[in-house]
């Protein structure tokens, strides 16, 4: 790793240097850590560890394990009594992360593209990294890591073998994306949308709206800014450091628009895109209508970065779902969607489109199992009532509904429902939801089920109840 001696990493984190009592610093002074985690069972020889102090786990009681494997060294907030390796100490170990982070990423010269918006960050950074990695060899966020710690846990992952790296940038309160940016310093930005999402923090739209373009502060100035030209907020935005951003959209007034939309349900949809350099056919083999805005978004960003459209088309047509994210799950008995990493108004009717289109295409029975969506602020009751209005309009089969809150969505839907259509069911908690499951004939073979809430409802373990064997 790039100049991460403990020297420049006690230094970065602004923390003082602790020795082993048998170390011989001049010895130390050339070694660099292999990597820096804050997961003791991922420790690696020669590397970092970060103790930091969770909820329910400290990492400072696992220091001594990792120091038995081989690591180079340890950030903590107290010197521990027994000195058998070398410590760094910091005031707190989540702050020194995102300032080592931010020194790490000064070491390297390469693009960085950020991705954020209220919907859709995941899949627009798997769609652009796949179309990135059809010339250069790219870094992307894994899994979740997309906050104050995931993020400099990304950047730690930079190797000089890396020509350019996505980066996805979740927020949920103001100045937030401000400390995200200060560490990653993008090139390039990708919005995706202004949508009703941590409301409870950010009050309305508007206030999404500053939160997101927090990071229009910190470009670089050498890439571009590829915005969503069909949201209302984001179109407004006429330059950003004295360039004018790129639009994308559905819209034949932006400068990469798509046509000839044809929706294929969980097998992808089918569209033409149209760019100044020229219009492709392309297969998007990701679920759901809305995936071709994030294709939209990948071919913005891959021509800014020399792409031909043709390297476009093989890159879109190669990404790869994600979990928890509309991921279409076979068994032997169900066809289960996976959506349940997070949940707003706006994606839980685009995923309840998507149950109606799939079971309507293969005359299949339709089984939508719906829960909380958090973070919407005062409207949240409202909001979640219109979901339940928007699902009774819908030709669904059986909704089960589970959660305090979604039970403004039970009653909406009982309230605009046909009698008996759809059968609908409800539960307070996600326990007692996938106890019914257990107990009771609501879902039968051959039904596909689409299961989606905010991440902190547990329904991956719906998920996992569902797929079991």
């Given at each position: 790793?790039?100049?991460?001696?403990l020297?420049?990493?006690?230094?970065?984190c602004?923390?003082?240097?602790f020795y082993a009592?048998?170390a011989?610093?001049k010895?130390l002074s050339?070694?660099?850590a292999?990597?820096?985690?804050?997961?003791?069972?991922i420790a690696?020889q020669?590397g970092?560890?970060?103790a930091t102090?969770?909820?329910?786990v400290?990492?400072?009681s696992?220091?001594?394990?990792v120091?038995?494997?081989?690591a180079l060294?340890v950030?903590?907030?107290?010197?521990?009594?027994?000195?058998?390796g070398?410590y760094?100490?910091?005031e707190d170990?989540?702050?020194?992360i995102?300032?080592l982070a931010k020194?790490y990423r000064s070491q390297?010269d390469i693009?960085?593209?950020?991705?954020?918006?209220?919907?859709g960050k995941?899949s627009?950074?798997?769609m652009?990294a796949?179309?990135?990695?059809?010339k250069?060899?790219?870094?992307k966020?894994e899994?979740?890591y997309?906050n104050e710690v995931?993020?400099?846990?990304t950047?730690?992952r930079l190797?000089d073998e890396h020509?350019i790296?996505?980066?996805?940038m979740?927020?949920s309160?103001f100045?937030e994306m401000?400390?995200?940016?200060d560490?990653?310093c993008p090139?390039?930005?990708?919005?995706?949308?202004?949508?009703?999402?941590h409301l409870e923090y950010?009050?309305?739209?508007?206030?999404?709206?500053?939160a997101k373009?927090?990071?229009?502060e910190?470009l670089?100035?050498?890439?571009?800014?590829?915005?969503?030209g069909d949201?209302?907020?984001l179109?407004q935005?006429?330059?950003?450091k004295?360039k004018?951003?790129v639009f994308?959209g559905r819209n034949?007034?932006?400068?990469?628009?798509?046509?000839?939309?044809?929706?294929?349900g969980?097998?992808?949809?089918?569209?033409?895109?149209?760019?100044k350099?020229?219009?492709f056919k392309v297969?998007?083999p990701?679920?759901?209508?809305h995936m071709?805005d994030n294709a939209?978004?990948a071919?913005a960003v891959?021509?800014f970065?020399?792409l031909?459209?043709?390297e476009i088309?093989?890159g879109?047509e190669?990404?790869?779902?994600?979990s928890?994210?509309?991921n279409?799950?076979?068994?032997e008995?169900?066809?289960?969607v996976?959506?349940c990493?997070?949940a707003n108004?706006?994606?839980?009717e685009?995923?309840?489109?998507?149950?109606e289109?799939?079971?309507k295409?293969?005359?299949?029975?339709?089984v939508a199992?719906?829960g909380?969506?958090?973070e919407l602020?005062?409207d949240?009751e409202?909001?979640?009532?219109?979901?339940?209005a928007?699902a009774?309009r819908?030709?669904?089969?059986?909704?089960?509904?589970?959660?305090?809150i979604?039970k403004?969505?039970?009653e909406e839907?009982?309230?605009?429902?046909d009698?008996?259509k759809?059968?609908?069911?409800y539960y307070?908690?996600?326990?007692?939801?996938?106890a019914?499951?257990?107990r009771?004939?609501l879902i039968?073979?051959?039904?596909v089920i689409?299961?989606?809430?905010?991440?902190?409802?547990?329904?991956e373990?719906?998920?996992?109840?569902?797929t079991?064997?």
């Amino acid at each position: 790793m790039r100049g991460m001696t403990l020297e420049n990493i006690a230094k970065a984190c602004e923390g003082e240097l602790f020795y082993a009592k048998d170390a011989d610093p001049k010895e130390l002074s050339g070694k660099e850590a292999v990597s820096v985690v804050i997961d003791s069972r991922i420790a690696e020889q020669g590397g970092i560890f970060v103790a930091t102090k969770g909820e329910r786990v400290n990492g400072h009681s696992f220091i001594g394990d990792v120091l038995a494997k081989g690591a180079l060294g340890v950030i903590c907030e107290q010197k521990p009594d027994d000195q058998a390796g070398n410590y760094i100490v910091v005031e707190d170990s989540f702050v020194a992360i995102k300032k080592l982070a931010k020194y790490y990423r000064s070491q390297f010269d390469i693009p960085i593209v950020g991705i954020t918006g209220s919907m859709g960050k995941t899949s627009t950074k798997e769609m652009v990294a796949a179309v990135l990695s059809q010339k250069y060899r790219v870094l992307k966020t894994e899994g979740n890591y997309n906050n104050e710690v995931g993020v400099p846990l990304t950047i730690f992952r930079l190797r000089d073998e890396h020509e350019i790296a996505v980066v996805e940038m979740g927020i949920s309160e103001f100045g937030e994306m401000s400390r995200l940016s200060d560490i990653v310093c993008p090139d390039s930005v990708v919005i995706t949308n202004i949508g009703p999402c941590h409301l409870e923090y950010l009050n309305d739209l508007d206030g999404v709206f500053k939160a997101k373009t927090e990071v229009f502060e910190y470009l670089s100035g050498k890439g571009a800014v590829c915005l969503n030209g069909d949201d209302a907020r984001l179109i407004q935005v006429s330059q950003v450091k004295g360039k004018k951003p790129v639009f994308y959209g559905r819209n034949a007034l932006n400068d990469i628009y798509a046509y000839n939309i044809e929706d294929g349900g969980l097998q992808g949809t089918d569209a033409s895109i149209h760019t100044k350099e020229g219009r492709f056919k392309v297969h998007i083999p990701l679920p759901g209508k809305h995936m071709v805005d994030n294709a939209l978004a990948a071919t913005a960003v891959g021509l800014f970065y020399g792409l031909t459209p043709e390297e476009i088309r093989s890159g879109i047509e190669t990404v790869k779902g994600v979990s928890g994210r509309l991921n279409p799950i076979r068994t032997e008995n169900y066809l289960v969607v996976d959506d349940c990493y997070n949940a707003n108004p706006k994606s839980m009717e685009a995923g309840l489109t998507l149950l109606e289109g799939t079971g309507k295409r293969w005359h299949l029975r339709t089984v939508a199992i719906l829960g909380d969506m958090l973070e919407l602020g005062g409207d949240t009751e409202r909001m979640h009532a219109r979901v339940g209005a928007y699902a009774a309009r819908l030709e669904i089969d059986v909704l089960l509904i589970a959660g305090p809150i979604s039970k403004n969505m039970y009653e909406e839907v009982k309230r605009l429902g046909d009698p008996g259509k759809p059968e609908i069911f409800y539960y307070e908690t996600t326990e007692e939801l996938i106890a019914a499951l257990r107990r009771e004939p609501l879902i039968k073979k051959g039904d596909v089920i689409l299961v989606k809430a905010s991440h902190s409802m547990h329904f991956e373990k719906v998920v996992e109840e569902l797929t079991a064997e």
